[in-house]
Protein backbone atom coordinates (compact mmCIF):
# COMPACT_ATOMS: atom_id res chain seq x y z
CA UNK A 1 0.00 0.00 0.00
CA UNK A 2 1.14 3.52 -1.11
CA UNK A 3 0.70 5.97 1.66
CA UNK A 4 0.78 9.90 1.31
CA UNK A 5 0.15 11.15 4.68
CA UNK A 6 0.91 8.49 6.97
CA UNK A 7 4.52 6.20 7.04
CA UNK A 8 3.24 2.48 8.19
CA UNK A 9 6.23 0.59 9.84
CA UNK A 10 6.38 -2.77 11.65
CA UNK A 11 9.28 -2.76 14.56
CA UNK A 12 8.58 -6.58 15.80
CA UNK A 13 5.61 -7.41 17.16
CA UNK A 14 4.08 -3.76 17.04
CA UNK A 15 2.60 -1.70 14.37
CA UNK A 16 3.86 2.03 13.98
CA UNK A 17 2.19 4.75 12.10
CA UNK A 18 3.69 7.68 11.97
CA UNK A 19 1.02 10.76 11.21
CA UNK A 20 3.14 12.51 7.96
CA UNK A 21 1.89 16.45 6.83
CA UNK A 22 5.05 18.03 8.49
CA UNK A 23 4.09 21.02 6.94
CA UNK A 24 0.73 21.66 7.89
CA UNK A 25 1.63 19.56 11.35
CA UNK A 26 0.07 17.05 10.65
CA UNK A 27 -3.58 18.80 10.04
CA UNK A 28 -5.99 16.05 9.72
CA UNK A 29 -7.90 15.64 6.27
CA UNK A 30 -9.99 12.84 4.83
CA UNK A 31 -7.27 11.22 2.90
CA UNK A 32 -5.10 11.10 5.95
CA UNK A 33 -7.69 9.48 8.36
CA UNK A 34 -8.81 7.32 5.49
CA UNK A 35 -5.45 5.91 5.07
CA UNK A 36 -5.23 5.71 9.50
CA UNK A 37 -8.09 3.50 8.98
CA UNK A 38 -6.54 1.32 6.35
CA UNK A 39 -3.76 1.00 8.17
CA UNK A 40 -5.14 0.22 11.39
CA UNK A 41 -6.99 -2.64 9.47
CA UNK A 42 -3.85 -3.70 7.84
CA UNK A 43 -2.20 -4.22 11.44
CA UNK A 44 -5.40 -5.51 13.16
CA UNK A 45 -5.53 -8.59 10.32
CA UNK A 46 -1.64 -9.04 10.75
CA UNK A 47 -1.22 -11.91 13.36
CA UNK A 48 2.06 -10.78 13.86
CA UNK A 49 0.95 -7.43 15.55
CA UNK A 50 -0.09 -7.42 18.90
CA UNK A 51 0.08 -3.63 19.52
CA UNK A 52 -0.06 -0.29 17.58
CA UNK A 53 1.52 2.99 17.96
CA UNK A 54 0.67 6.02 16.70
CA UNK A 55 2.68 9.00 16.57
CA UNK A 56 3.46 12.22 14.84
CA UNK A 57 6.75 14.76 14.62
CA UNK A 58 8.59 16.09 17.27
CA UNK A 59 6.70 19.20 16.58
CA UNK A 60 2.98 18.03 16.22
CA UNK A 61 1.07 14.99 16.38
CA UNK A 62 -1.90 17.15 14.71
CA UNK A 63 -2.60 20.61 15.29
CA UNK A 64 -5.98 19.76 14.51
CA UNK A 65 -8.78 19.16 11.46
CA UNK A 66 -7.39 20.62 8.53
CA UNK A 67 -9.08 24.12 8.46
CA UNK A 68 -8.12 24.56 5.00
CA UNK A 69 -10.61 22.12 4.25
CA UNK A 70 -13.44 22.94 5.94
CA UNK A 71 -13.12 26.47 5.35
CA UNK A 72 -15.71 27.40 3.09
CA UNK A 73 -17.94 24.20 4.10
CA UNK A 74 -21.97 24.06 4.07
CA UNK A 75 -23.65 22.48 6.77
CA UNK A 76 -24.82 19.53 3.75
CA UNK A 77 -20.90 19.47 3.35
CA UNK A 78 -20.17 18.34 7.00
CA UNK A 79 -23.22 16.32 7.34
CA UNK A 80 -23.25 14.68 4.25
CA UNK A 81 -19.50 14.37 3.96
CA UNK A 82 -19.12 13.53 7.45
CA UNK A 83 -15.58 14.66 6.74
CA UNK A 84 -13.01 13.43 9.24
CA UNK A 85 -15.00 12.37 11.70
CA UNK A 86 -16.08 9.63 9.48
CA UNK A 87 -13.64 7.13 10.04
CA UNK A 88 -13.08 7.94 13.46
CA UNK A 89 -14.58 5.68 15.03
CA UNK A 90 -11.73 2.48 13.80
CA UNK A 91 -9.25 3.56 16.24
CA UNK A 92 -12.15 2.31 18.80
CA UNK A 93 -13.21 -0.47 17.30
CA UNK A 94 -9.42 -1.97 16.98
CA UNK A 95 -9.27 -4.88 19.19
CA UNK A 96 -5.84 -4.58 19.75
CA UNK A 97 -4.64 -2.01 22.26
CA UNK A 98 -3.67 1.38 20.62
CA UNK A 99 -0.90 3.67 22.40
CA UNK A 100 -0.66 7.42 21.08
CA UNK A 101 2.83 8.87 21.68
CA UNK A 102 2.71 12.15 21.90
CA UNK A 103 5.00 15.04 21.15
CA UNK A 104 4.28 19.02 20.64
CA UNK A 105 0.79 20.09 19.60
CA UNK A 106 -2.10 17.73 20.19
CA UNK A 107 -4.80 20.12 19.76
CA UNK A 108 -8.51 19.93 18.17
CA UNK A 109 -8.77 16.96 16.36
CA UNK A 110 -4.85 15.96 17.40
CA UNK A 111 -6.49 15.94 21.03
CA UNK A 112 -9.70 13.81 19.67
CA UNK A 113 -7.53 11.24 17.77
CA UNK A 114 -4.90 10.75 21.01
CA UNK A 115 -7.92 10.53 23.23
CA UNK A 116 -9.47 8.03 20.83
CA UNK A 117 -5.96 5.58 21.39
CA UNK A 118 -6.20 3.33 24.38
CA UNK A 119 -3.55 5.37 26.39
CA UNK A 120 -1.42 8.21 26.07
CA UNK A 121 2.29 8.94 26.45
CA UNK A 122 3.66 11.95 26.05
CA UNK A 123 6.69 14.12 25.44
CA UNK A 124 7.77 16.87 27.84
CA UNK A 125 6.92 18.67 25.27
CA UNK A 126 3.11 17.44 24.50
CA UNK A 127 0.48 20.19 24.55
CA UNK A 128 -3.12 19.53 24.20
CA UNK A 129 -5.72 21.74 23.84
CA UNK A 130 -9.34 22.15 22.03
CA UNK A 131 -8.97 25.50 20.50
CA UNK A 132 -11.97 25.37 17.75
CA UNK A 133 -14.66 28.04 19.64
CA UNK A 134 -11.63 30.35 18.16
CA UNK A 135 -12.57 29.68 15.22
CA UNK A 136 -16.57 29.51 15.63
CA UNK A 137 -17.09 26.10 16.03
CA UNK A 138 -16.59 23.33 18.39
CA UNK A 139 -14.64 19.98 19.25
CA UNK A 140 -16.67 17.60 16.75
CA UNK A 141 -14.63 14.34 17.35
CA UNK A 142 -15.04 13.38 21.42
CA UNK A 143 -13.46 16.77 22.88
CA UNK A 144 -16.62 17.71 24.17
CA UNK A 145 -17.21 13.63 25.60
CA UNK A 146 -13.42 11.86 25.87
CA UNK A 147 -12.17 14.83 27.26
CA UNK A 148 -14.41 15.34 30.42
CA UNK A 149 -14.31 11.28 31.11
CA UNK A 150 -10.55 11.65 30.93
CA UNK A 151 -9.83 15.23 33.13
CA UNK A 152 -13.37 15.85 34.86
CA UNK A 153 -16.30 18.62 33.54
CA UNK A 154 -13.86 21.23 35.25
CA UNK A 155 -10.96 21.15 33.01
CA UNK A 156 -12.43 20.07 29.95
CA UNK A 157 -15.17 22.91 30.16
CA UNK A 158 -12.22 25.23 31.23
CA UNK A 159 -9.75 24.02 27.62
CA UNK A 160 -12.70 23.86 25.24
CA UNK A 161 -14.20 27.50 26.47
CA UNK A 162 -11.14 28.90 26.78
CA UNK A 163 -8.88 27.43 23.80
CA UNK A 164 -6.05 27.66 26.33
CA UNK A 165 -3.75 24.44 26.68
CA UNK A 166 -2.50 22.43 28.77
CA UNK A 167 1.03 21.42 28.92
CA UNK A 168 2.30 17.50 29.49
CA UNK A 169 2.39 17.78 33.31
CA UNK A 170 -1.10 19.35 33.66
CA UNK A 171 -1.89 16.29 31.25
CA UNK A 172 -0.40 13.72 33.59
CA UNK A 173 -1.79 14.90 37.20
CA UNK A 174 -5.13 15.61 35.52
CA UNK A 175 -5.22 12.04 34.22
CA UNK A 176 -5.57 12.52 30.38
CA UNK A 177 -1.88 11.15 29.65
CA UNK A 178 -0.49 7.63 31.67
CA UNK A 179 3.30 8.91 31.56
CA UNK A 180 5.35 11.50 30.73
CA UNK A 181 8.64 11.01 28.91
CA UNK A 182 11.77 13.04 27.98
CA UNK A 183 10.97 14.04 24.37
CA UNK A 184 13.63 12.92 22.78
CA UNK A 185 13.53 9.30 24.30
CA UNK A 186 9.36 9.25 23.69
CA UNK A 187 9.65 7.18 20.71
CA UNK A 188 12.03 4.79 22.33
CA UNK A 189 9.88 4.52 25.32
CA UNK A 190 6.81 4.11 23.76
CA UNK A 191 7.86 1.20 21.55
CA UNK A 192 9.25 -0.61 24.61
CA UNK A 193 6.19 -0.71 26.24
CA UNK A 194 4.46 -1.69 23.32
CA UNK A 195 6.88 -4.48 23.08
CA UNK A 196 5.73 -5.61 26.16
CA UNK A 197 2.67 -5.54 25.39
CA UNK A 198 2.75 -7.10 22.07
CA UNK A 199 4.68 -9.97 23.98
CA UNK A 200 1.81 -11.38 26.49
CA UNK A 201 -1.09 -13.17 25.50
CA UNK A 202 -3.07 -11.26 22.52
CA UNK A 203 -6.31 -12.70 23.31
CA UNK A 204 -6.14 -11.85 27.54
CA UNK A 205 -4.85 -8.13 25.88
CA UNK A 206 -7.74 -7.91 23.72
CA UNK A 207 -10.19 -9.00 27.03
CA UNK A 208 -8.25 -5.92 29.22
CA UNK A 209 -8.75 -3.64 26.68
CA UNK A 210 -12.20 -4.38 25.70
CA UNK A 211 -13.14 -4.69 30.19
CA UNK A 212 -11.26 -1.54 30.27
CA UNK A 213 -13.18 0.40 28.17
CA UNK A 214 -16.46 -1.01 29.58
CA UNK A 215 -15.67 1.11 32.45
CA UNK A 216 -17.00 3.95 30.52
CA UNK A 217 -19.72 2.81 28.65
CA UNK A 218 -21.78 0.74 31.60
CA UNK A 219 -22.37 0.44 35.01
CA UNK A 220 -20.24 -0.47 37.54
CA UNK A 221 -22.35 -3.55 38.33
CA UNK A 222 -22.45 -4.17 34.21
CA UNK A 223 -18.93 -3.69 34.22
CA UNK A 224 -17.54 -6.03 37.11
CA UNK A 225 -20.28 -8.44 35.63
CA UNK A 226 -18.58 -8.00 32.73
CA UNK A 227 -15.40 -8.59 33.74
CA UNK A 228 -16.07 -11.19 35.52
CA UNK A 229 -17.24 -13.68 32.58
CA UNK A 230 -14.35 -12.52 30.96
CA UNK A 231 -12.18 -13.36 33.52
CA UNK A 232 -13.24 -16.91 33.94
CA UNK A 233 -13.29 -17.14 29.57
CA UNK A 234 -9.60 -16.31 30.14
CA UNK A 235 -9.19 -19.92 32.07
CA UNK A 236 -10.27 -21.70 28.45
CA UNK A 237 -6.93 -20.75 26.63
CA UNK A 238 -4.33 -22.42 26.34
CA UNK A 239 -2.03 -19.62 27.34
CA UNK A 240 -3.29 -19.16 31.00
CA UNK A 241 -2.32 -22.80 31.66
CA UNK A 242 1.05 -22.01 30.12
CA UNK A 243 1.51 -18.12 32.26
CA UNK A 244 0.95 -19.97 35.49
CA UNK A 245 2.79 -23.46 34.71
CA UNK A 246 5.23 -20.96 33.74
CA UNK A 247 5.38 -19.01 37.08
CA UNK A 248 5.31 -21.96 38.93
CA UNK A 249 8.35 -23.37 37.37
CA UNK A 250 10.23 -20.18 37.67
CA UNK A 251 10.93 -19.61 33.66
CA UNK A 252 9.60 -16.96 31.26
CA UNK A 253 5.98 -17.67 29.92
CA UNK A 254 5.70 -18.75 26.50
CA UNK A 255 2.81 -17.50 25.19
CA UNK A 256 0.79 -18.41 21.55
CA UNK A 257 -2.13 -16.48 21.47
CA UNK A 258 -4.39 -19.71 22.05
N1 LIG B 1 -5.19 23.02 9.59
C1 LIG B 1 -4.49 23.41 8.49
N2 LIG B 1 -3.24 23.90 8.54
C2 LIG B 1 -2.67 24.02 9.74
C3 LIG B 1 -3.33 23.66 10.93
C4 LIG B 1 -4.63 23.12 10.81
N3 LIG B 1 -5.34 22.71 11.88
N4 LIG B 1 -2.51 23.91 11.98
C5 LIG B 1 -1.37 24.41 11.46
N5 LIG B 1 -1.47 24.49 10.11
C6 LIG B 1 -0.46 24.98 9.17
C7 LIG B 1 -0.35 26.49 9.22
O1 LIG B 1 -1.36 27.10 8.43
C8 LIG B 1 1.02 26.70 8.68
O2 LIG B 1 0.98 26.58 7.28
P1 LIG B 1 1.80 27.64 6.34
O3 LIG B 1 3.26 27.41 6.72
O4 LIG B 1 1.46 27.19 4.95
O5 LIG B 1 1.33 28.99 6.70
C9 LIG B 1 1.81 25.52 9.20
O6 LIG B 1 0.83 24.53 9.56
C10 LIG B 1 2.62 25.84 10.45
O7 LIG B 1 1.75 26.43 11.39
P2 LIG B 1 2.05 27.84 12.14
O8 LIG B 1 2.87 28.71 11.25
O9 LIG B 1 0.74 28.39 12.60
O10 LIG B 1 2.92 27.31 13.34
P3 LIG B 1 3.06 27.96 14.80
O11 LIG B 1 4.16 27.22 15.48
O12 LIG B 1 3.18 29.45 14.72
O13 LIG B 1 1.67 27.66 15.54
C11 LIG B 1 -0.18 26.23 16.19
C12 LIG B 1 1.32 26.33 15.80
C13 LIG B 1 -0.39 26.94 17.53
C14 LIG B 1 -0.51 24.77 16.32
C15 LIG B 1 -1.04 26.94 15.11
O14 LIG B 1 -0.67 26.41 13.84
C16 LIG B 1 -2.52 26.71 15.29
O15 LIG B 1 -3.14 27.36 16.10
N6 LIG B 1 -3.11 25.78 14.48
C17 LIG B 1 -4.54 25.53 14.49
C18 LIG B 1 -4.96 24.73 15.73
C19 LIG B 1 -6.46 24.54 15.72
O16 LIG B 1 -7.24 25.47 15.74
N7 LIG B 1 -6.91 23.26 15.72
C20 LIG B 1 -8.31 22.91 15.70
C21 LIG B 1 -8.77 22.64 14.28
S1 LIG B 1 -10.52 22.37 14.15
C22 LIG B 1 -10.78 20.77 14.64
O17 LIG B 1 -9.86 20.05 14.93
C23 LIG B 1 -12.23 20.32 14.62
C24 LIG B 1 -12.49 19.00 15.24
O18 LIG B 1 -12.68 18.88 16.43
C25 LIG B 1 -12.62 17.78 14.42
Known sequence: MDYQNIIVE?????????????KALNALNDALVDELGLALNGFEADENIGCIVITGSEKAF??????????????????KGD????????????RKPVIAAVAGFALGGGCELAMSCDMI???????FGQPEVKLGILPGAGGTQRLPRAVGKAKAMDLCLT????DA???EKSGLVARVIPAEQLLEETLKAADTIAGFSLPVV??????VNR???????????????TFHSAFALEDQKEGMAAFVEKRKAEFKNR
Open 121 to 127: YAADSAK
Open 10 to 22: TRGKVGLITLNRP
Open 83 to 94: YITRNWERIKTC
Open 62 to 79: AAGADITMMANFSYMDAY
Open 169 to 171: TEA
Open 206 to 211: MMIKES
Open 163 to 166: ARMM
Open 215 to 229: AYESSLNEGLLFERR
